[in-house]
T-cell receptor, first 116, second 115 residues
Framework: KQEVTQIPAALSVPEGENLVLNCSFT??????LQWFRQDPGKGLTSLLL?????REQTSGRLNASLDKSSGRSTLYIAASQPGDSATYLCAVRIPNYGGSQGNLIFGKGTKLSVKP | EPEVTQTPSHQVTQMGQEVILRCVPISNHLYFYWYRQILGQKVEFLVS????????KSEIFDDQFSVERPDGSNFTLKIRSTKLEDSAMYFC?????????????FGEGSRLTVL
């Protein structure tokens, strides 16, 4: 059974610092991996999607990497800002062995706090 | 930018009551999903829906739950007789049918509180 783990559970950094969030998964049979941002009491905002054949994706100050064989992904945030404070969720898309669908398995998230 | 919209944003109900949560997926999307997040816990898959039928469901999605696409735009989740443990944030998501590897887009969620 696929398990997704995110370390650390919480992280507090001063503004301007570069940081890395970690995600690991137990089964390398994935379609893709998505990183999401969740503000308190709010929905899930997709940040980056990495297909299983890709190694990394970049969007602005965000860079996500994927090492499928070792079951790891990292989200790198450059020059962090107080507005980056949120919970960051990692999710892997797994095949549905009974059909063509596949659903997302989520980690518990890393709660990031960026201090001004 | 197109988005997934959900109503209501918050619903409070008494145990045993029926609840319907509504979602309007992105208009050209073909696959629809419901997920839930109990406070402080992981987001969990409930059900996926394609071509007017359930394509996959988790063990959470028991006989108390049902989904429907009553018209060309809405996608609903019904809980027939709510229990205290159904209190959670419920998220609707959708994706295109272009490939199996498409990105899922989530709504803002509907918070359900069962008293």
């Amino acid at each position: 059974k696929q398990e997704v783990t995110q370390i650390p559970a919480a992280l507090s950094v001063p503004e301007g610092e570069n940081l890395v969030l970690n995600c690991s998964f137990t089964d390398s049979a994935i379609y893709n991996l998505q990183w999401f941002r969740q503000d308190p009491g709010k929905g899930l905002t997709s940040l980056l999607l990495i297909q299983s054949s890709q190694r990394e994706q970049t969007s602005g100050r965000l860079n996500a990497s994927l090492d499928k064989s070792s079951g790891r992904s990292t989200l790198y945030i450059a020059a962090s800002q107080p507005g980056d404070s949120a919970t960051y969720l990692c999710a892997v898309r797994i095949p549905n062995y009974g059909g063509s669908q596949g659903n997302l398995i989520f980690g518990k998230g890393t709660k990031l706090s960026v201090k001004p | 930018e197109p988005e997934v919209t959900q109503t209501p944003s918050h619903q409070v109900t008494q145990m045993g009551q029926e609840v319907i949560l509504r979602c309007v997926p992105i208009s050209n999307h073909l696959y629809f999903y419901w997920y839930r997040q109990i406070l402080g816990q992981k987001v969990e898959f409930l059900v996926s829906f394609y071509n007017n039928e359930i394509s996959e469901k988790s063990e959470i999605f028991d006989d108390q739950f049902s989904v429907e696409r009553p018209d060309g735009s809405n996608f609903t989740l019904k809980i027939r007789s709510t229990k205290l443990e159904d209190s959670a944030m419920y998220f609707c998501a959708s994706r295109t049918g272009i490939s199996n590897t498409g990105e899922l887009f989530f709504g803002e969620g509907s918070r359900l509180t069962v008293l």
